[in-house]
């Protein structure tokens, strides 16, 4: 069974077309207008072994907010219809990454319960390539959309590329953990509940 989904949205501040494959390689066709995140982008789909496109047209000439923001909300909404009824996953997932000085640990429940624990500090310094104040939006938007309970920590860093960039992977680790299939689990839904 094919575990893919596409999105459009369409805002009077951005214009999306987000698809996903949970099954895939990690190929990547990523363009935002914003090229450290799109390379962060690029970054989640190798270590998440998911196939990524995404298409941004926003107004970045305001800020990069609703770009980066409606990119999540996209991004959040494919990979919960590309779970379906999520019979056969893992569910959870929890990864440490470190890069240089920067350490990252993500943990995620995909309990269909939304909610994002942020402990992230980054320096916004003059080599910053992003306007780094938006990620939290980024993974609230993720966690509400894909209905996951998700609690991302930068436990050391200093330099902002290597803290964000810990952190995509932490949180592409972690989040291919929880979406994949185990065989133990075959059409069960993975909850006392019966349902996520």
């Known amino acids: 069974m094919s575990r893919n989904a596409k999105v459009s949205r369409k805002t009077k501040e951005t214009e999306l077309d987000v698809a996903v494959e949970l099954d895939g390689r990690g190929d990547a066709q990523v363009s935002t207008g914003i090229p450290f995140f799109d390379h962060m982008l ?5 270590h998440s072994a998911l196939d990524l496109r995404v298409d941004c047209k926003g107004d970045l000439q305001i800020d990069q907010h609703h770009t980066v923001e409606d990119t999540g909300i996209a991004l959040g909404s494919a990979i919960d219809q590309a779970l379906g009824d999520r019979k056969g996953i893992a569910r959870a997932g929890c990864f440490y990454f470190p890069l ?15 909610y994002l624990h942020w402990n992230v500090s980054l320096d ?9 104040s938006v990620l939290e939006g980024f993974f ?11 609690h991302i920590d ?16 932490s949180f592409a680790r972690a989040l291919r953990q929880a979406v994949a299939l185990d065989g ?3 059409g069960v839904v993975p909850s006392t509940k019966g349902v996520l």
Do not use: W, Y
């Open 154 to 169: 930068l436990l050391t860093g200093r330099d902002f590329h290597h803290g964000t960039e810990a952190v995509f992977k």
């Open 184 to 186: 133990r689990l075959s």
């Open 42 to 46: 690029e970054t989640l789909a190798k």
């Open 124 to 132: 916004q310094g003059p080599r910053s390539a992003m306007d780094l």
């Open 140 to 150: 609230k938007a993720i966690a509400d959309n894909v209905r996951a309970n998700l």
């Open 100 to 114: 240089d000085e920067a350490l990252a640990r993500t943990v995620v429940d995909l309990s269909g319960r939304s």
